[in-house]
Nanobody, 127 residues
C-alpha cells in the first residue's frame, strides 16, 4: 500500500528556511503528480506546489511564487522535497504530502483530487 511520510518541520524565525521531505513507498510513481498542501488552524487545506514524478514539471500557488518555495523530487530515493525560504508567520501550518494519478501538475489543485496523503508535519514561523 502507498505510504507517504513527511519530515523536516519545526520552529523557525521569520526570514528563515526549512526543507521538508516526503518519503514515498508502496508503488512506482510514474504517471503520478506529487504535491504539497498546507492547513493553518481554522482554515481550509490549501494547495502549495506540485510536480510530475516523471518529468519534473512544476506548478506553484500564487502565495508562494517568486521562488520562496521550491518543489523537487529525487526519483532514486523516492523522496519529494519542499525547500522553503524567506518564511513568514503566515506560512505557519501543518504541511502535507499528497499524490494523485496524472501528468499535468496544474491539472487540479483541489485536495479532493488527491488519493494519497501523509500524516503531516508542523511548520511554525515566529515573528
Amino acid at each position: 500500500q502507498v505510504q507517504l511520510v513527511e519530515s523536516g518541520g519545526g520552529l523557525v524565525q521569520a526570514g528563515g528556511s526549512l526543507r521538508l521531505s516526503c518519503a514515498a513507498s508502496g508503488r512506482t510513481f510514474t504517471n503520478y503528480v506529487m504535491a504539497w498542501f498546507r492547513q493553518a488552524p481554522g482554515k481550509e487545506r490549501e494547495f502549495v506546489a506540485a510536480i510530475t514524478w516523471s518529468g519534473g514539471n512544476t506548478y506553484y500557488a500564487d502565495s508562494v511564487k517568486g521562488r520562496r518555495f521550491s518543489i523537487s523530487r529525487d526519483n532514486a530515493k523516492n523522496t519529494l522535497y519542499l525547500q522553503m525560504n524567506s518564511l513568514k508567520p503566515e506560512d505557519t501550518a501543518v504541511y502535507y504530502c499528497a499524490a494523485r494519478r496524472g501528468s499535468i501538475p496544474h491539472g487540479s489543485t483541489s485536495r479532493f483530487a488527491y488519493d494519497y496523503w501523509g500524516q503531516g508535519t508542523q511548520v511554525t514561523v515566529s515573528s
